[in-house]
């Protein structure tokens, strides 16, 4: 079955740098785009940044635009999310997700991970 595995989340300062992981099994990763979202209790789940089968393509919200980047590494079926000049705004459980079609929106995205909580204290 299709797993989507997350890593990287944790407590940090203002200001700071972090990157997070999200491993897949169970898809041909790069037929895929792949996803991050971030979302708050009670709010719905927030574009963050979204990128290409092929890497070659990447696409941001406007609120991180600038300060993310986001990646993938076909041959270990890896996206990352490096989030650099963390803001307090930025706090959030940060998903990783999967799909056939380049979406904006949660709808688009086919696969999920657990999720991992971001927190940026000041």
């Known amino acids: 079955q299709v797993q989507l595995v997350q890593s990287g989340g944790r407590l940090v300062q203002i200001g700071d740098s972090l990157r997070l992981s999200c491993t897949t099994s169970g898809l041909v990763f790069s037929d895929y785009y792949m996803g991050w979202f971030r979302q708050l209790p009670q709010k719905e789940r927030e574009f963050v940044a979204s990128?290409?089968?092929?890497?070659?393509?990447?696409f941001y919200g406007g609120s991180v635009k600038g300060r993310f980047a986001i990646s993938r590494d076909n041959a270990k079926n890896t996206v990352y999310l490096q989030m650099n000049s963390l803001k307090s705004g930025d706090t959030a459980v940060y998903y990783c997700?999967?799909?056939?079609?380049?979406?904006?929106?949660?709808?688009?995205?086919?696969?999920w991970g657990q999720g991992t909580q971001v927190t940026v204290a000041s």
């Open positions: 997700a999967a799909a056939r079609h380049s979406s904006y929106s949660y709808t688009g995205f086919d696969y």
């Open positions: 990128i290409s089968g092929s890497g070659g393509n990447s």
